[in-house]
Protein backbone atom coordinates (compact mmCIF):
# COMPACT_ATOMS: atom_id res chain seq x y z
CA UNK A 1 0.00 0.00 0.00
CA UNK A 2 2.96 2.36 0.99
CA UNK A 3 4.65 1.41 -2.28
CA UNK A 4 1.64 2.42 -4.56
CA UNK A 5 0.98 5.32 -2.64
CA UNK A 6 4.52 6.92 -2.99
CA UNK A 7 3.95 5.50 -6.86
CA UNK A 8 0.64 7.54 -7.37
CA UNK A 9 2.56 10.87 -5.54
CA UNK A 10 5.23 10.71 -7.96
CA UNK A 11 3.25 10.54 -11.14
CA UNK A 12 1.46 12.91 -9.91
CA UNK A 13 4.74 14.87 -9.22
CA UNK A 14 5.87 14.27 -12.83
CA UNK A 15 2.38 15.24 -14.28
CA UNK A 16 2.14 18.43 -12.13
CA UNK A 17 5.84 19.58 -13.19
CA UNK A 18 4.49 18.66 -17.31
CA UNK A 19 7.79 16.85 -17.36
CA UNK A 20 8.01 13.07 -18.49
CA UNK A 21 10.83 10.62 -18.34
CA UNK A 22 11.38 11.43 -22.27
CA UNK A 23 11.57 14.86 -21.63
CA UNK A 24 14.29 14.39 -18.47
CA UNK A 25 16.32 12.80 -21.15
CA UNK A 26 16.24 15.68 -23.60
CA UNK A 27 16.79 17.56 -20.35
CA UNK A 28 20.19 16.08 -20.10
CA UNK A 29 20.77 15.94 -23.59
CA UNK A 30 20.21 19.88 -24.02
CA UNK A 31 22.45 20.33 -20.82
CA UNK A 32 25.48 18.49 -22.47
CA UNK A 33 24.90 20.47 -25.76
CA UNK A 34 25.05 23.76 -23.81
CA UNK A 35 28.22 22.28 -22.20
CA UNK A 36 29.76 21.53 -25.69
CA UNK A 37 28.46 25.01 -26.79
CA UNK A 38 30.87 26.44 -23.96
CA UNK A 39 33.80 24.92 -24.16
CA UNK A 40 33.60 25.15 -28.22
CA UNK A 41 33.56 29.32 -27.02
CA UNK A 42 36.32 29.09 -25.08
CA UNK A 43 37.96 26.88 -27.65
CA UNK A 44 37.61 29.38 -30.37
CA UNK A 45 36.20 26.21 -31.96
CA UNK A 46 34.05 26.68 -35.01
CA UNK A 47 33.74 23.95 -36.53
CA UNK A 48 31.89 22.52 -33.04
CA UNK A 49 29.67 25.86 -32.63
CA UNK A 50 28.47 25.61 -36.78
CA UNK A 51 27.55 21.78 -35.60
CA UNK A 52 25.61 23.18 -32.77
CA UNK A 53 24.38 26.21 -34.14
CA UNK A 54 21.06 25.79 -37.07
CA UNK A 55 21.84 27.63 -40.25
CA UNK A 56 19.61 29.71 -39.17
CA UNK A 57 20.80 30.58 -35.55
CA UNK A 58 20.37 34.06 -34.85
CA UNK A 59 21.51 36.04 -31.65
CA UNK A 60 21.05 39.01 -29.71
CA UNK A 61 24.49 39.36 -28.23
CA UNK A 62 25.83 41.34 -25.28
CA UNK A 63 27.02 44.48 -27.48
CA UNK A 64 23.24 44.83 -28.36
CA UNK A 65 23.55 43.58 -31.56
CA UNK A 66 21.25 41.17 -33.53
CA UNK A 67 23.79 38.80 -35.49
CA UNK A 68 23.09 35.56 -37.72
CA UNK A 69 25.32 32.49 -37.10
CA UNK A 70 27.85 33.38 -40.17
CA UNK A 71 28.64 36.66 -38.89
CA UNK A 72 28.97 35.38 -34.95
CA UNK A 73 31.57 32.68 -36.59
CA UNK A 74 33.64 35.80 -38.64
CA UNK A 75 33.90 37.34 -34.70
CA UNK A 76 35.30 34.55 -33.46
CA UNK A 77 37.50 33.84 -36.38
CA UNK A 78 38.94 36.97 -36.12
CA UNK A 79 38.95 37.22 -32.85
CA UNK A 80 36.98 39.60 -31.89
CA UNK A 81 35.10 37.65 -30.30
CA UNK A 82 36.66 35.62 -27.17
CA UNK A 83 36.71 34.48 -23.72
CA UNK A 84 39.05 33.76 -21.45
CA UNK A 85 36.13 32.14 -18.53
CA UNK A 86 32.96 31.21 -18.98
CA UNK A 87 30.83 30.13 -16.74
CA UNK A 88 26.93 29.29 -17.53
CA UNK A 89 24.56 28.01 -14.86
CA UNK A 90 21.31 26.52 -16.97
CA UNK A 91 18.38 27.48 -13.95
CA UNK A 92 15.64 26.72 -16.61
CA UNK A 93 15.18 23.93 -18.91
CA UNK A 94 11.35 23.39 -20.54
CA UNK A 95 10.80 21.28 -23.14
CA UNK A 96 8.29 21.50 -25.17
CA UNK A 97 7.98 18.68 -28.05
CA UNK A 98 10.72 18.97 -29.94
CA UNK A 99 11.36 22.69 -28.61
CA UNK A 100 13.74 23.23 -25.71
CA UNK A 101 14.05 26.37 -23.67
CA UNK A 102 17.01 27.26 -21.17
CA UNK A 103 17.10 30.28 -19.39
CA UNK A 104 20.18 31.60 -16.82
CA UNK A 105 23.08 33.13 -15.91
CA UNK A 106 26.36 33.56 -17.31
CA UNK A 107 29.91 34.87 -15.87
CA UNK A 108 32.35 35.44 -18.97
CA UNK A 109 36.10 37.51 -19.05
CA UNK A 110 36.00 38.85 -22.69
CA UNK A 111 39.43 38.43 -24.32
CA UNK A 112 40.69 39.17 -28.29
CA UNK A 113 39.09 42.29 -29.33
CA UNK A 114 35.88 42.78 -27.16
CA UNK A 115 35.54 46.34 -26.23
CA UNK A 116 35.35 45.18 -22.07
CA UNK A 117 38.62 42.67 -22.89
CA UNK A 118 40.00 41.26 -19.74
CA UNK A 119 37.06 42.83 -17.95
CA UNK A 120 34.64 40.16 -15.84
CA UNK A 121 30.86 40.27 -17.21
CA UNK A 122 27.57 39.12 -15.78
CA UNK A 123 24.95 38.54 -18.11
CA UNK A 124 21.18 36.61 -18.05
CA UNK A 125 20.11 34.68 -21.07
CA UNK A 126 17.83 32.72 -22.68
CA UNK A 127 18.22 30.10 -25.74
CA UNK A 128 15.60 28.00 -28.28
CA UNK A 129 16.76 24.85 -28.96
CA UNK A 130 14.91 22.55 -31.66
CA UNK A 131 14.83 18.84 -32.92
CA UNK A 132 15.36 18.17 -36.37
CA UNK A 133 15.72 14.57 -37.13
CA UNK A 134 17.66 13.35 -34.43
CA UNK A 135 19.84 16.31 -33.80
CA UNK A 136 19.55 18.96 -31.36
CA UNK A 137 20.58 22.45 -32.54
CA UNK A 138 20.05 26.07 -30.70
CA UNK A 139 18.03 28.07 -32.78
CA UNK A 140 17.76 31.60 -31.42
CA UNK A 141 19.71 33.27 -28.89
CA UNK A 142 19.05 36.19 -26.29
CA UNK A 143 21.92 37.54 -23.95
CA UNK A 144 22.42 40.78 -22.09
CA UNK A 145 24.93 41.96 -19.65
CA UNK A 146 23.33 43.02 -16.50
CA UNK A 147 26.71 43.76 -14.65
CA UNK A 148 30.66 44.30 -15.51
CA UNK A 149 33.27 44.20 -13.19
Do not use: C
Not at 17 to 40: F, I, K, P, Y
Not at 69 to 91: C, M, P
Not at 110 to 125: D, E, I, Q, T, V
Amino acid sequence: MERALAMLITMAALVNSGQTGNDRGVEGEVRRLNAQEVEALLRNDTKTLGRLWSDEFVVTNPLNKFVKKHEVIGLIESSTLAFTSYDRQVEYIRIYGDTAIIAGSETVVWAGKMPNAGKKSYLRFTAVWVKRGRRWQEVARHANITGLQ
